[in-house]
Every structure is written in structure tokens, then in C-alpha cells.
């Protein structure tokens, strides 16, 4: 069978998705059997368009490997781009194995999300159907954290640990003034709070605050909200809440969605923003305290100044691993990270079909959210903390950040 190896990614950035891709890099140059290692441009959509580019010749030391584990987003780049049923476009399907046939590929990794997953997993039923030799595995990555099947996913431990800092130091802003004020952090995570439930850890080193929390497991009162904050404010003259930029009504409706368009993005998701602001605007109505808002935006996902180190190696872990389990014969599969202990604190690499992971979405557990909007269980505490645990530090050159890029002429064949 045919031996060389392509990668691509897909989805949301992260600052963790890079040590995945570095993973699968480095388990495939060490391995006999594997023979050039290619990368995609842009997803699925750079399969289908030739725009393919070799890995394995631009990695010449193991600094260029840690230079790309603290590079954030996608080295090769993303896309969004749904991949058709076969009976709707078989010829798609047709083009994307004659790229692959043209590369002699025998093996393919998917890195992305739950719209990702679908894909890897479409294209391993065409494959087997069509007796066409190529192993298909997934990757996991989402700062969401809403993959069923594994414990987590690469990218979460980093923008979790993020957000709790940027708690912290918002926490510490609050308080310079001796002033009655509402402060609004709006936090990523469209129908999953795991984000948001991060901002929490700083109650861990002795804060009081975020005072309030809100996730999209729970139905949003507005009215309610405005009562949370005043019983808030009988004990502390600067309160501060963490709100998922999905909470919705108990109808179900996004609490933002009348100051939004109806813009979806190719798989249908509306583009969520602005919570903050409506709540600020909110707030300011009702109450006539000072208020202001924070929408922590793409620097969740794009903080590599602040990576956790358990997410990275953790991430480089997951790459390799799916190498070695599509070596061993496995398609149709993702990796995944079994937990095995809290204390101290494991995991183990195991695989589940992808139709398991495609198109689904994994909450907070609803035992681990507390009445009253205030706080989280304990469960929650010990599965998260261990996410954040170490650091990382990264190449300076001038008081800044050095990235890593790759050739991105796309080769000739």
C-alpha cells in the first residue's frame, strides 16, 4: 500500500492545534514504514484544490518542532467548509481520493472539531466502501471543550488557563477605586459553557470574585439577572460576572440575538457576539451603576504567551498517537484522552469510532452547575485545574513572540 502521510486542519483556531500537527510530524519521520509527510493548505478545501505543501523537509531540529508547539491558530491554515453527502456529490468525494492517489497517500489525519469529524468520518466510509487503502483518523482539537468521547480536548487547558488569569488581573482592575460598579466579562461557548466555567478558578486562590456565572446549560432570565447583581452588591461594591456569549431564554432563543444579524457561517452556527454589551446597556438601564464590559474575543484562543503546558504535550501526545494507531491498522477513528485519575491526575490515548464525535456536543455536566448562579461543584474544580497546570515559555526575538511558518508554495504534481 502507498505510505506517505497527509495532514490537515480544520475548524477554530486554538494555540494548542500546532503541537498536535507537530506530533503527528515527528511520529511520522521516525517511523520506517512512513514515507513523505505532506500537509494540507486550508483544510479539505487545499486537498481539493492541489494546494499541498511537505512537512517532513521543513522540520530540521527539534527547536523548529517546539518553535511550532508555541505558534497559535493553524500553521497550515483552517477553513469552513461542510463536505457534501456522497449522494448529493460523488465527485467531490472522486476528486479528494485522486489528490490523495496522485500522493500515494496511505494515510490521512483530520485535526478539528465536531464539523471536522464529520468529515474525517465521511471520508473513511468512501474509502472502505470504494476499497480505496487510506486510513482516516481524527485529532481532536476545541477551545470549547464539547467533543463527546474524549476527557478533553487540545486547546481548552490553554484558553482555560487564560481566562482565569484574565479574571484575575480584570479582578484586581475592579477593585482600584472605592465605587459601586458592574463589570461583564463575556466568554466564547455557544451551547456549551466549559469556557465560562473556567473563569471560576480564581476562587481556588482565595477570590471572591467572578461573583456571578452564567452558562448556556442554564436558562437566562434577564430579570433574574438584574436581581443576582443587586443581592451582589450587598456584599461587594465591585461585582463581577462571567456570562457565555450563548445563554439563551428559557425558550431557547440566544439573550443577544435581537442586537444580531442572521449571518451563519457554512455549517449553519449563527456568529455570536455582543452579550456583554447588551447586558452592559442592560444593567445600565435598571440599575444606573457604573458598568462596563469585556468581550475576551479571539485572545482566548490565540494567547500562546499563557499556553498550559499539560495542554500542549497533551496535544503533541494525541498527534503522535493517532500515527501509531493508524500504523497499527485503525480507521474510521479519533483519538481521544481517557482520564484514569484526579489525584494525581492521568490520562491514556484511546479511540472511538468518529460517527460518535461528528455533529455532537458535550455540556457541563448539569450536577456541576450550583444554584443561584454563583459558583461550581467541586467536581468541576478537579476536572479543570489540572488543564491549566504549567508553563511554557516561548522564543522572544525583540520583546515579542517568534512564530513559526512554513513554505507554503504549494508543490507540483
Given at each position: 500500500?502507498?505510505?506517505?502521510?497527509?495532514?490537515?486542519?480544520s475548524?477554530g483556531?486554538?494555540?494548542?492545534?500546532?503541537?498536535?500537527?507537530?506530533g503527528v510530524i515527528?511520529?511520522?519521520?521516525r517511523q520506517?514504514?512512513?514515507?513523505?509527510v505532506y500537509?494540507?493548505?486550508?483544510?479539505?478545501?487545499?486537498i481539493m484544490d492541489?494546494?499541498?505543501i511537505?512537512?517532513?523537509?521543513?522540520?530540521?531540529s527539534?527547536?523548529d518542532f517546539?518553535l511550532?508547539?508555541?505558534t497559535?491558530?493553524m500553521?497550515?491554515?483552517?477553513?469552513?467548509?461542510?463536505?457534501?453527502e456522497?449522494s448529493?456529490a460523488p465527485?467531490v468525494?472522486?476528486l479528494?481520493?485522486?489528490v490523495?492517489?496522485?500522493?500515494?497517500i496511505?494515510?490521512f489525519?483530520?485535526?478539528g472539531?465536531?464539523?471536522s469529524m464529520?468529515t474525517?468520518h465521511?471520508?473513511?466510509?468512501?474509502?472502505?466502501?470504494e476499497?480505496i487503502?487510506?486510513?482516516?483518523?481524527g485529532?481532536?482539537?476545541t477551545?470549547?471543550?464539547?467533543?463527546p468521547?474524549?476527557d478533553h480536548?487540545?486547546g481548552?487547558?490553554?484558553?482555560?488557563k487564560?481566562i482565569?488569569?484574565s479574571?484575575l488581573?480584570?479582578?484586581?482592575?475592579?477593585?482600584?477605586?472605592?465605587?459601586?460598579?458592574?463589570?461583564?466579562v463575556?466568554?466564547m461557548?455557544?451551547?456549551a459553557?466549559w469556557l465560562?466555567?473556567?473563569?471560576?478558578l480564581p476562587?481556588?486562590?482565595?477570590e471572591?470574585?467572578?461573583h456571578?456565572?452564567?452558562?448556556p446549560?442554564v436558562?437566562?432570565?434577564p430579570?433574574q439577572?438584574?436581581?443576582?447583581i443587586?443581592?451582589a452588591q450587598?456584599?461587594h461594591?465591585?461585582?463581577?460576572?462571567?456570562?457565555?456569549?450563548g445563554?439563551k431564554?428559557a425558550?431557547?432563543?440566544y439573550?443577544?440575538e435581537s442586537?444580531?444579524?442572521?449571518?451563519v457561517?457554512?455549517f449553519?452556527?449563527?456568529?455570536l457576539?455582543?452579550?456583554?454589551?447588551?447586558?452592559?446597556r442592560?444593567?445600565l438601564?435598571?440599575?444606573?451603576?457604573?458598568?462596563r464590559?469585556v468581550?475576551?474575543?479571539v485572545?482566548?484562543?490565540?494567547?500562546?504567551?499563557i499556553?498550559?503546558?499539560c495542554?500542549?504535550?497533551?496535544a503533541?501526545?494525541?498527534?503522535?498517537g493517532?500515527?501509531q494507531?493508524?500504523?497499527?491498522?485503525?480507521?474510521?477513528?479519533?483519538i481521544?484522552l481517557?482520564?484514569?485519575?484526579?489525584?494525581?491526575?492521568a490520562?491514556?490515548l484511546?479511540t472511538f469510532?468518529?460517527e460518535?464525535a461528528?455533529?455532537?456536543?458535550r455540556?457541563?455536566?448539569?450536577?456541576?452547575i450550583?444554584p443561584?448562579?454563583?459558583?461550581?461543584?467541586?467536581e468541576?474544580?478537579?476536572?479543570?485545574?489540572?488543564?491549566?497546570?504549567g508553563?511554557r515559555?516561548?522564543?522572544?526575538q525583540a520583546?515579542m513572540?517568534v512564530?513559526?511558518?512554513?513554505d507554503?508554495?504549494?508543490l507540483?504534481?
Open positions: 500500500m502507498a505510505n506517505n502521510i497527509l495532514v490537515a486542519q475548524g483556531p486554538t494555540c494548542a492545534i500546532n503541537a498536535s500537527l507537530s515527528q511520529e511520522a519521520m520506517e514504514k512512513i514515507g513523505a500537509g494540507a493548505l486550508n483544510g479539505i478545501q487545499g492541489r494546494r499541498i511537505r512537512l517532513d523537509s521543513q522540520m530540521h527539534e527547536g517546539q511550532l508547539e508555541s497559535p491558530a500553521a497550515l491554515g483552517s477553513c469552513r467548509y461542510r463536505l457534501p456522497y448529493v465527485d468525494y472522486k479528494i481520493a485522486g490523495m492517489q496522485d500522493l500515494e496511505g494515510y489525519f483530520y485535526i472539531g465536531n464539523d464529520d474525517a465521511k471520508l473513511g466510509v468512501f474509502f472502505a466502501e476499497g487503502d487510506i486510513k482516516v483518523m485529532i481532536p482539537k477551545i470549547d471543550n464539547d467533543l468521547c474524549t480536548t487540545p481548552f487547558g490553554s484558553a482555560a487564560y482565569a488569569t479574571i488581573e480584570i479582578i484586581r482592575d475592579t477593585q482600584v477605586y472605592n465605587l459601586p460598579s458592574v463589570t461583564i463575556e466568554i461557548g455557544r451551547n459553557g465560562t466555567a473556567a473563569s471560576v476562587h481556588v486562590v482565595g471572591k470574585a467572578p456571578l456565572v452564567y452558562l446549560e436558562p437566562f432570565d430579570d439577572f438584574i436581581e443576582d443587586k443581592a450587598l456584599e461594591k465591585a461585582v463581577l460576572v462571567a456570562v457565555s456569549e445563554v431564554t425558550e431557547g432563543r439573550v443577544a442586537v444580531q444579524d442572521e449571518t457561517d457554512a449553519g452556527h449563527k456568529y457576539s455582543g452579550i456583554g454589551k447588551y447586558l452592559e442592560y444593567v438601564e435598571k440599575l444606573g451603576c457604573k458598568v464590559s468581550e475576551l474575543s485572545l482566548q484562543r490565540c494567547a500562546a504567551h499556553q498550559s503546558a495542554d500542549i504535550e497533551e503533541r501526545l494525541l498527534g503522535a493517532a500515527v494507531r493508524a500504523l497499527a491498522g485503525e480507521t474510521g477513528r479519533m481521544a481517557v482520564r484514569t485519575s484526579n489525584d494525581p491526575y490520562v491514556e484511546g469510532p468518529l460518535e461528528a455533529n455532537k456536543e455540556k457541563v455536566p448539569a450536577e456541576w450550583l443561584g448562579n454563583k459558583d461550581l461543584s467541586q468541576a474544580y478537579d476536572y479543570l485545574l489540572p488543564l491549566i497546570a508553563e515559555s516561548c522564543p522572544v520583546g513572540p512564530h513559526f511558518h512554513f507554503k508554495t504549494p507540483e504534481f
